[in-house]
């Protein structure tokens, strides 16, 4: 079955760091590009970059650039965001999506989504 | 900041047809970059719905339609169905933020 299985909630101080882990199935991970997307409570979908699972290439958004790391493991294949000197403004639901290269480089599938919760 | 802009919400009735725009910029739609649409049921993760302006993945009704123009793209549902009460969002590519936008979404009501 083809899916990608996310970790769970977390909650976290400010100032603290969070990782979030994003497993793929069904497919061969190193041969796709993954993103990673977050959606604030009541605001829109927020692009955040993207590693290329095979030579692990990333992009980042302009909006996270020095606070964000994407990595990659591939015997597990996991995509992994990493987001740093988390503010309250940083709650929201975190989505990894598959970049679909044969559908004009749209998500095509996407993980259930991880809550974090940053609260002091 | 270059954004896509969609209008809130657009409601119809079962069985009638509803559009919904997707409004761009020079850098993103006008710059010949596809739109993609999603659908988002309440409480679960985007779904795609719509890839390079009109194209359906597999197991998406026909019922469902993209079309882009301009610096513009909609989205049109005909034989609206109670599940399909949900929020849409547009996508692009931005070569001034050299990154993916989404639209604000647009929530559709099915009266």
């Known amino acids: 079955q083809v899916q990608l299985v996310q970790s769970g909630a977390e909650v976290k101080k400010p100032g603290a760091s969070v990782k979030v882990s994003c497993e793929a199935s069904?497919?061969?991970?190193?041969?796709?590009?993954f993103h990673w997307v977050r959606q604030a409570p009541g605001q829109r979908l927020e692009w955040m970059g993207w590693i290329n699972a095979g030579n692990g290439d990333t992009k980042y958004s302009q909006n996270f650039q020095g606070r964000v790391t994407i990595t990659r493991e591939t015997s597990a294949s996991t995509a992994y965001l990493e987001l740093s000197r988390l503010r309250s403004e940083d709650t929201a639901v975190y989505y990894c999506?598959?970049?679909?290269?044969?559908?004009?480089?749209?998500?095509?599938?996407w993980g259930q989504g991880t809550v974090v919760t940053v609260s002091s | 900041q270059s954004v896509l802009t969609q209008p809130p919400s657009v409601s119809g009735a079962p069985g009638q047809r509803v559009t919904m725009s997707c409004t761009g910029s020079s850098s993103n739609i006008g710059a010949n970059y596809d739109v993609h649409w999603y659908q988002q049921l309440p409480g679960t993760a985007p779904k795609l719905l719509i890839y390079?302006?009109?194209n359906r993945p597999s197991g998406v009704p026909d019922r469902f339609s993209g079309s882009k123009s301009g610096t513009s793209a909609s989205l049109a549902i005909t034989g609206l169905q109670a599940e399909d009460e949900a929020d849409y969002y547009c996508q692009s590519y931005d070569n001034s933020l050299s990154g993916w936008v989404f639209g604000g979404g647009t929530k559709l009501t099915v009266l």
């Open positions: 069904g497919y061969t991970f190193s041969t796709y590009t």
């Open positions: 390079g302006n009109s």
């Open positions: 999506a598959r970049d679909g290269s044969t559908a004009g480089h749209a998500f095509d599938i």
